[in-house]
């Protein structure tokens, strides 16, 4: 093995990483070449020395009491966001159990009748208004649709229904 | 040591808060020598140890293997400091360890000194490589997967950081004398 092959492979000599017969023609070259065994420990001592300069890092003093803080206040903001999605899921399906009560029946017809005339008065209003209106109308529906998915979003992805359930 | 550290795991999940603080007080040196390193800001560091703690406490009961914590825990750091690098190259603060602490001969801290300078000099990609070599010891593959580089490149980055480092070393020392 050449020098110049032998130094290129030195590093991953050092992390064990070559293949096992090319370790070993490294380990050959590295007894009988003064040079590679110069790069050889200049780069083991590269290795400690940067060991060392991280490990002697000074931890800030409090931190793991800022750590501690830091997690606690977290749990609390997830508390609240349980008690939020609990809050929503609740408003959600509270209709379902009053879905059968007398004056929800009587307010579903009334919506019902109400639907039922717009729908039979839709087509000839629809007649009437113009196509630039019509369009107008349309865009804004659409931008409103929008508007609204956007805010619903915004509102419910911090909501935990995993949780509330688990 | 290592059963201790599993009883605290297990209780930890089971959420025992003491458990819990008693992991922290073990990691937090190791962790946040690991982002300072990375990162080279220590209130960035500071910030992406709370961070990685908040994500284990959040997901501990999901660790299905307690003798996993310690590679599980170095990981979670490990990417959060790979995240906040991707996304802004931190501040440098040029911090004095003497500053710091007096409990070690001058040589040493001034040794160091260099070392830090020199992991500043030799570039973000390289210095980031080589602490999850050196430092984490993650093999090759892992750091290839870590960075989504290829096997190759992971090798060639090492040996050159490595050569890097000890060039600017060997350009301070002959600098001092």
């Known amino acids: 093995m050449k020098c110049v092959d032998c130094c290129e492979l030195i590093s991953a000599y050092?992390?064990?990483?070559?293949?096992?017969?090319?370790?070993?023609?490294?380990?050959?070259?590295?007894?009988?070449?003064?040079?590679?065994?110069?790069?050889q420990a200049s780069l083991t001592e590269v290795r400690t020395l940067l060991y060392d300069c991280i490990d002697a890092a000074p931890v800030p003093e409090g931190?793991?009491?800022?750590?501690?803080?830091?997690?606690?206040?977290?749990?609390?903001?997830?508390?609240?966001?349980?008690?939020?999605?609990?809050?929503?899921?609740?408003?959600?399906t509270s209709p379902v159990f009053v879905l059968f009560t007398p004056?929800?029946?009587?307010?579903?017809?009334?919506?019902?009748?109400?639907?039922?005339?717009?729908?039979?008065?839709w087509p000839p209003l629809l007649k009437s208004i113009s196509p630039q209106t019509g369009w107008t109308l349309g865009i804004s529906a659409l931008l409103l649709t929008a508007a609204a998915s956007l805010i619903a979003w915004s509102l419910l992805r911090g909501l935990r229904v995993k949780e509330v359930f688990s | 040591m290592t059963d201790n550290i599993n009883e605290l795991v297990a209780k930890a999940r089971t959420g025992d808060e003491d458990a819990f603080a008693a992991l922290v007080q073990k990691y937090t040196s190791y962790l946040y020598r690991t982002a300072?390193?990375?990162?080279?800001?220590?209130?960035?560091?500071?910030?992406?140890?709370q961070e990685a703690f908040i994500k284990v406490y959040r997901s501990l009961a999901q660790l299905t293997d307690n003798r996993a914590f310690h590679s599980w825990l170095t990981?979670?750091?490990?990417?959060?400091?790979?995240?906040r690098l991707k996304k802004h190259r931190p501040v440098l603060v040029q911090e004095s360890y003497l500053e710091l602490s007096n409990d070690d001969s001058y040589r040493h801290w001034d040794l160091r000194l260099m070392v830090q300078d020199a992991l500043k000099q030799i570039g973000a990609e390289y210095r980031q490589i080589l602490i999850l070599r050196e430092w984490q010891g993650y093999d090759y593959q892992e750091i290839s997967s870590?960075?989504?580089?290829?096997?190759?490149?992971?090798?060639?980055?090492?040996?050159?950081?490595?050569?890097?480092?000890?060039?600017?070393?060997?350009?301070?020392?002959?600098?001092?004398?």
């Not at chain 1, 793991?64 to 609240?80: E, G, I, L, N, S």
């Not at chain 1, 929800?104 to 717009?118: A, D």
């Open chain 1, 14 to 39: 050092l992390d064990q990483e070559l293949e096992p017969h090319i370790q070993a023609k490294v380990q050959e070259h590295l007894k009988i070449c003064p040079e590679c065994q110069t790069v």
């Open chain 1, 63 to 92: 931190l793991c009491t800022k750590v501690m803080t830091a997690v606690a206040r977290d749990q609390a903001k997830v508390r609240r966001q349980i008690q939020l999605t609990a809050f929503v899921l609740l408003l959600l």
């Open chain 2, 36 to 49: 300072y390193a990375l990162l080279q800001d220590s209130l960035e560091a500071e910030d992406a140890v």
């Open chain 2, 75 to 83: 990981k979670i750091t490990t990417n959060i400091c790979l995240d």
């Open chain 1, 103 to 121: 004056l929800i029946t009587r307010l579903l017809h009334l919506g019902y009748v109400t639907l039922s005339v717009v729908w039979r008065s």
């Open chain 2, 146 to 177: 870590m960075l989504n580089l290829p096997l190759g490149t992971v090798k060639s980055r090492i040996h050159t950081a490595r050569l890097r480092l000890k060039k600017i070393l060997t350009d301070s020392a002959s600098l001092k004398e």
